[in-house]
């Protein structure tokens, strides 16, 4: 890996060390330059494989974004080049009805600094989520703006919340820390999500990044612009499109 390019894909310019302020730095400056999105799946129905030259050719070079098996795969990578310490977690998103999605429905990452007892959730390809690593300091807050995250502990993982606009928390995902072998163990996971018959990731396009005071969202027929915890939201149409995803995530199909 060119650490240098990789840096530069995410307009990323200070020292890196494996310790928390790099890891920090390295994780905001991730969600703000390369966007969670499936045009590779809708509308391009192109198949996404986990394979290293592969993804650097669409995340750096082109400039791409992905979704987790593919953003967090790349971030592990990079984390693990400059001396990091990185697990890879089996995480399992929870529904609308509260239940949880298959095993390796998400991809997240447990990383130390080299001799360190710390740990920290690093994840760069959840979407709409912390902008930068949560220590597992379970039920302790961590406030980013006007949201909030935290780990919950349990007998068998943890779950992380999300404190909302509202300030109604909603978990988002469960994880346990048994480490994982990638690409392996997420092949079929990866495979699941891209099938619009079993993941709502292969019926509809999506494009999410965040911004200094917010982010913005694009599916197939709208756009949503978050600024200081407000919202707006308006319908586009098929020949708007292009010129959106360029303007607001610099891509071109």
């Keep these: 890996m060119d650490i240098q390019t ?15 302020e790099t890891l920090r730095r390295l994780q905001r400056a991730h969600m703000l330059s390369v966007p969670f999105e499936n045009l590779d799946i809708v509308p391009l129905r192109r ?48 529904r609308e009805d509260g239940s949880l ?9 447990l990383v130390c600094a080299p001799g360190e007892s710390q740990r920290w959730l690093a994840d760069v390809g959840f979407g709409d989520s912390f902008l930068e690593p949560l220590k597992f300091e ?8 006007r949201r909030a995250y935290k780990l919950e502990q349990t007998d068998s993982g943890y779950t992380m919340w999300q404190r909302g606009f509202d300030g109604t ?3 988002q995902y ?9 690409p392996g163990d997420y092949l079929a996971s990866c ?12 019926q509809k396009s999506l494009i999410t990044i965040a911004t200094a005071d917010g982010r913005v969202t694009m599916e197939e027929n709208k756009i949503i612009v978050t600024k200081d915890g407000q919202k707006t939201e308006r319908p586009i149409n098929e020949k708007e499109y292009p010129g959106l995803l360029k303007k607001y ?5």
Excluded at 6 to 20: E, H, T
Excluded at 249 to 253: K, P
């Design 6 to 20: 990789y840096l530069g894909r995410i307009r990323y310019d200070k020292p890196v060390q494996p310790n928390y």
């Design 47 to 94: 198949p996404i494989q986990l394979k290293e030259g592969l993804l650097w050719d669409k995340i750096i070079v082109r400039k791409r974004g992905g979704f987790c098996y593919e953003l967090n795969g790349m971030f592990a990578w990079l984390l693990k080049q400059i001396g990091f310490d990185v697990i890879y977690l089996n995480g399992r998103v929870y």
């Design 101 to 109: 999605g298959i095993d390796f429905d998400h991809l997240a990452l």
């Design 138 to 145: 379970p039920n302790d807050d961590h406030v980013e703006s």
């Design 169 to 171: 928390w909603n978990h």
């Design 174 to 182: 469960f994880f346990d820390l048994t480490p994982r072998k990638y």
């Design 191 to 202: 495979s699941y999500h891209q099938n619009p018959k079993t993941s709502f990731f292969g």
């Design 249 to 253: 995530f610099n891509i071109v199909l």
